[in-house]
């Protein structure tokens, strides 16, 4: 396992703004899909907040599902992990 801390950012590369930053945890990816992200002007929505990410670790290997719970989420919203963009989907409840 590796650990890793996850970041919301306007780009993939952190040195840029960050917009939220979790704890230190074990995370784990298994897609070997991508999305291609629309471009959104960062003033035409809310900052997304990471409020919860189940599970809290895994193997790097891949296998398991991760889920991120938090707000203002939407559809272009890129994840990732270390240095490896996987693929997103976004559900409102």
């Known amino acids: 396992m590796r650990r890793f801390q996850v970041v919301v950012s306007t780009t993939v590369n952190v040195d840029g703004h960050v917009l939220a930053v979790s704890d230190n945890m074990?995370?784990?990816n298994n897609s070997k899909?991508?999305?291609r992200a629309r471009r959104l002007d960062p003033s035409e929505a809310a900052?997304?907040?990471i409020k919860a990410?189940?599970?809290s670790e895994g193997w790097t290997t891949?296998?398991?599902t991760v889920i991120i719970i938090g707000d203002n989420f939407f559809d272009g919203l890129q994840v990732?992990?270390?240095t490896m963009l996987v693929w997103s989907e976004v559900r409102s409840l």
């Open 26 to 28: 074990f995370v784990h």
């Open 33 to 35: 899909h991508g999305r």
């Open 62 to 64: 891949g296998g398991a």
């Open 80 to 82: 990732v992990f270390g």
């Open 47 to 49: 900052t997304p907040c």
């Open 53 to 55: 990410i189940s599970p």
